[in-house]
């Protein structure tokens, strides 16, 4: 179907807890997104991504689920869950939901049930537990390490108190990795996909979805140390076969296995009416490979994480955009496209720089397939500083404090600036906000057609009204300074980007309008287009 919904979609994804407190105890809540629908329509956007809501001791964020089918009564009830499919459906928005297929929160009644059964029974078999080495078993089964830090193994206490078993957590100890090769994981996930599905979500956001294949678990790897700089996942200013050389022989990543899995998910998503979709948090290089997540009966989307990692370089921004393009088009898939989201510091912090980050998403916004935009992306925020006392983040506890973990990009939004904490709660949220948001909140920025929120409502818009936007058009490169992006999508859309420091000038069609800029300070006069440092300008021609 070429023409569904969430192929060329601006997908905007809600952190509950940091969205808006209804009932003033500082984390935010389902009635608190609910509150606000009518204002994330008012974006332009046309689904909500809610990261998890489900039952949890809350150790990663929520990532740490003890209940899928359920709701944290932090964040509401399942009567507030399905107030929000069914409001949001109302105003013509789609849902999506987070699911965490990898692991389980060791506060999962599985989980206890396999801490107080013995060795080899059939509930420790639903996740990966092994006797340790060494003559006393004190050692790890393997020498991997964890994405947030320190060894992936723990070791338990049998019930009877005496030393037992190791367990795999490629997360936090407090998140025990699910073994997919027990049929017993698949049905209890294919219940869980069919217990949103038939309330009426649109699709899935499947986390870890490259981790959930474990082949070669006893194997050591060969280089711990390439291990770790690998798991960091931190791959800002590599080439494409630096990373591809760093995760190409991480054991637990991108196995063959994964791939039967999302086939039989698609057959699940394709038996239900109403185009549901799902999309891949997968970390494959080289991205050759993470097509081969959305080939024709597997899953629909896969994040494209390069705009959240890449160099403000004319020449990195363009191969980055040719090769994610005609990657999935050799499979049939549309592109994504990602500033920020919630692991990730935020763009205008990365880019340390406003105009930067505002033309680098005018030009994110110009280009073919979909758009997630993360909360407080529309208002430029940038990342809170966090005093080590108030971090959350199990990455930080797990590195002992060498990585500040994600917290500043998580911190409550500012919705009206005469409020206290910003409008976001009554009473003080989980995580501090920065004084300076007050000129950044969401009534602040309404009434002001220079504000980044002003600049995000404009270019959604453009891109639900013109025809050069709201479908999958190509794109056809023209020459360009060095610098200097520019590029035309059929149906007369003209996207020009300097990514200097210098002021550019180019000739362009001598027809040609302004329609949309990322600041201010453009001319255009007969075709002579004058373009300030760190710039993107739409033109109609
Ligand atoms: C994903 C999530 C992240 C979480 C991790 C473990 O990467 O986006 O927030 O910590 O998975 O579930
Ligand atoms: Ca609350």
Redesign the pocket.
């Known amino acids: 179907m070429n023409n569904s919904w969430w192929r060329n979609a601006v997908i905007y994804q809600v952190y509950p807890r940091s969205f808006l407190d209804t009932n003033g105890d500082g984390d935010g809540d389902l009635p608190g997104v609910i509150e606000r629908l009518p204002y994330l329509k008012s974006l332009g956007i046309d689904a909500v991504w809610l990261?998890p809501f489900y039952p949890t001791p809350n150790k990663?964020?929520g990532?740490?689920v003890s209940d899928p089918r359920g709701v944290d009564p932090r964040f509401g009830t399942l009567t507030d869950v399905q107030k929000l499919i069914e409001s949001a459906h109302e105003l013509g928005l789609r849902i999506i939901f987070d699911v965490?297929p990898?692991?389980f929160s060791s506060d999962h009644p599985w989980f206890k049930s396999a801490l107080s059964s013995p060795p080899g029974s059939p509930e420790r078999a639903r996740f990966h537990f092994f006797d340790g080495r060494g003559a006393s078993g004190d050692e790890p089964p393997n020498n991997w390490n964890s994405?947030?830090g320190g060894p992936a193994w723990t070791r338990i206490a049998e019930s009877d108190g005496s030393f037992g078993q190791w367990y795999l957590h490629?997360?936090?100890a407090s998140?025990p990795d699910l073994n997919w090769a027990n049929p017993e994981v698949s049905l209890d996930f294919e219940k869980t996909l069919r217990f949103w599905l038939d309330r009426g979500v649109d699709g899935f956001r499947i986390?870890?979805a490259h981790g959930l294949a474990k082949d070669q678990i006893l194997v050591d790897h060969r280089d711990p140390k390439s291990l770790s700089q690998a798991l960091r996942l931190d791959f800002v200013g590599m080439t494409q076969e630096s990373r591809a050389g760093l995760l190409r022989d991480v054991p637990f990543f991108d196995r063959e296995g994964v791939h039967d899995i999302y086939r039989a998910w698609r057959k699940l998503f394709d038996s239900y009416d109403g185009d549901r979709m799902s999309v891949a948090?997968a970390w494959v290089y080289p991205s050759s490979r993470a097509a081969r997540y959305v080939r024709p009966d597997e899953l629909h989307q896969i994040f494209n994480f390069d705009f959240l990692m890449i160099d403000w370089n004319s020449d990195v921004i363009r191969e980055a955009i040719e090769r994610t393009l005609s990657e999935v088009a050799a499979v049939g898939a549309p592109a994504t496209w990602v500033l920020c989201?919630?692991?990730s510091p935020r763009i205008v912090t990365r880019l340390k720089d406003a105009n930067r980050a505002r033309a680098l998403a005018l030009l994110t916004h110009s280009l073919p397939g979909s758009i997630y935009i993360y909360q407080g992306e529309e208002l430029g925020l940038e990342d809170g500083s966090i005093s080590d006392e108030a971090r959350q983040d199990?990455?930080f506890f797990r590195t002992h404090g060498i990585d500040k973990g994600?917290d500043g990009c998580r911190v409550p939004l500012p919705w009206d600036a005469a409020m206290p904490n910003f409008g976001f709660s009554s009473q003080d949220p989980w995580l501090p906000q920065p004084a300076q948001w007050a000129k950044q909140s969401v009534n602040s920025q309404e009434v002001d057609p220079e504000s980044f929120l002003s600049f995000y409502r404009k270019s959604l818009a453009l891109r639900k009204s013109h025809p050069a936007l709201n479908h999958e058009t190509p794109i056809i490169w023209h020459h360009a300074p060095k610098g200097v992006l520019h590029f035309e999508r059929e149906w007369g859309l003209v996207v020009v980007v300097n990514t200097t420091d210098y002021k550019v000038e180019i000739e362009v069609s001598a027809t040609s309008n302004i329609l949309h800029i990322s600041r201010s300070g453009v001319h255009l006069a007969n075709g002579h287009l004058k373009l300030p440092a760190n710039s993107t300008v739409w033109l109609e021609s």
């Open positions: 990261s990663d964020g990532y740490d965490v990898n692991h994405l947030f490629l997360f936090d998140q986390d870890v948090e989201n919630h692991d199990p990455m994600r």
